[in-house]
T-cell receptor, first 116, second 114 residues
Framework: EAQVTQNPRYLITVTGKKLTVTCSQN?????MSWYRQDPGLGLRQIYY???????DKGDVPEGYKVSRKEKRNFPLILESPSPNQTSLYFC???????????????FGEGSWLTVV | AQKVTQAQTEISVVEKEDVTLDCVYE???????LFWYKQPPSGELVFLIR??????QNEISGRYSWNFQKSTSSFNFTITASQVVDSAVYFC???????????FGAGTRLTVKP
């Protein structure tokens, strides 16, 4: 079954304590990205990756890091989380970067992160 | 720059009413894609439809229908005979042809009361 798996799904953490949200896909997709969802703002892209070792900033990259050492994994790293990073996070993947027909975008189930 | 506006923050209807969710977009590209997603209370994003900019045909899928009008840059979503299970947040999104960087609207929270 085609899947994008995020972990953890729910996390409450404290300010400044480094955390990593993992994202893994089993579809051999080249393109992966991270979004955060906030009330009244919809989803906004944090980082994306066109392929292994190729990553770039999205609209709201401040306070986040990513890495793409393997094709299937695209972890999101919060080096020093702050309360304004409390959000619902989504990982997404697709075969290629273009949303043409046949290139379905798959979203993970979301990770609810609270920073206190 | 791309932008998606969902002016309706919240809508409340009674079951069996028809409801239309508005979506207005801005883009300079001639080739682009529009999407609708449903987010139930459990939080996951459920894909509903993708439409490219060259296909202006309206689409119907069961109780759902979509009206794409390039002249007004709108991609509205109508639920006919709404049901309680339709209660969710609905997102409209726009993507350029070359990039899966999707621009989402702020979402419309639909509540269908029995």
């Amino acid at each position: 079954e085609a899947q994008v798996t995020q972990n953890p799904r729910y996390l409450i953490t404290v300010t400044g304590k480094k955390l990593t949200v993992t994202c893994s896909q089993n579809m051999n997709h080249e393109y992966m990205s991270w979004y955060r969802q906030d009330p009244g703002l919809g989803l906004r892209q944090i980082y994306y990756s066109m392929n292994v070792e190729v990553t770039d900033k999205g609209d709201v990259p401040e306070g986040y890091k990513v890495s793409r050492k393997e094709k299937r994994n695209f972890p999101l790293i919060l080096e020093s989380p702050s309360p304004n990073q409390t959000s619902l996070y989504f990982c997404a993947s697709s075969l290629g970067p273009s949303p043409s027909s046949g290139n379905t975008i798959y979203f993970g189930e979301g990770s609810w992160l609270t920073v206190v | 720059a791309q932008k998606v506006t969902q002016a309706q923050t919240e809508i409340s209807v009674v079951e069996k009413e028809d409801v239309t969710l508005d979506c207005v977009y801005e883009t300079r590209d001639t080739t682009y894609y529009l999407f609708w997603y449903k987010q139930p209370p459990s939080g996951e994003l459920v894909f509903l439809i993708r439409r490219n900019s060259f296909d202006e045909q309206n689409e119907i899928s069961g109780r759902y229908s979509w009206n794409f009008q390039k002249s007004t840059s709108s991609f509205n979503f109508t639920i006919t005979a709404s049901q309680v299970v339709d209660s969710a947040v609905y997102f409209c999104a726009l993507s350029e042809a070359w990039n899966n960087d999707m621009r989402f609207g702020a979402g419309t929270r639909l509540t269908v009361k029995p």
